[in-house]
């Protein structure tokens, strides 16, 4: 078993409601209880918008593949809202959910563009690096070692 950390994040429509429905899916859907990082606000990352995000990791037990976690993840997100994450330039817009991971556990995969772990992004992006140190203070890069400091 390896532990997954999961971003979920939304920045419209009932934000809260689209994360907790997003948590109870991916629950169900990798057959565990996930760890839950207390919520974030913060301003869309790579793009202009009126509106804030809320942002959550949690913590969840996988046992199976990085490959098939993604493909599980993306069809919960899927399920909320089938809406593109980008517009026609290629440009990010806002989204009622959006489901990223992060890491599972010290495992490392590249395999561009379809899945890279630890998630290329993450240091750059409080809403992952805060919620992530607020759920598993120890949590060490598995590239760098490097703590979330």
């Excluded at 817009?93 to 992060?102: E, H, V, W, Y």
């Excluded at 590239?143 to 400091?149: E, M, R, S, V, Y």
Aim: proline residues 8%; glycine residues 6%.
């Amino acid at each position: 078993m390896s532990t997954a950390y999961i971003g979920i994040g939304s920045n419209i429509g009932d934000r809260l409601a689209q994360i907790e429905l997003a948590v109870a899916l991916i629950e169900s859907a990798l057959d565990c209880r996930a760890r839950i990082s207390p919520a974030i606000e913060t301003e869309p990352w790579g793009f202009v918008s009126a509106h804030p995000f809320l942002n959550i990791v949690i913590a969840a037990e996988w046992n199976g593949s990085a490959h098939t976690l993604l493909q599980k993840l993306k069809t919960v997100e899927r399920s909320i809202d089938a809406s593109p994450h980008r517009d026609l330039s290629g440009a990010y817009i806002d989204r009622r959910i959006d489901i990223d991971l992060i890491a599972l556990g010290d495992k490392i995969v590249n395999d561009p563009p379809t899945l890279t772990l630890p998630h290329p992004r993450m240091l750059e992006r409080e809403f992952v690096t805060t919620p992530l140190k607020a759920l598993d203070p120890q949590w060490r890069h598995p590239l760098t070692g490097q703590p979330l400091d």
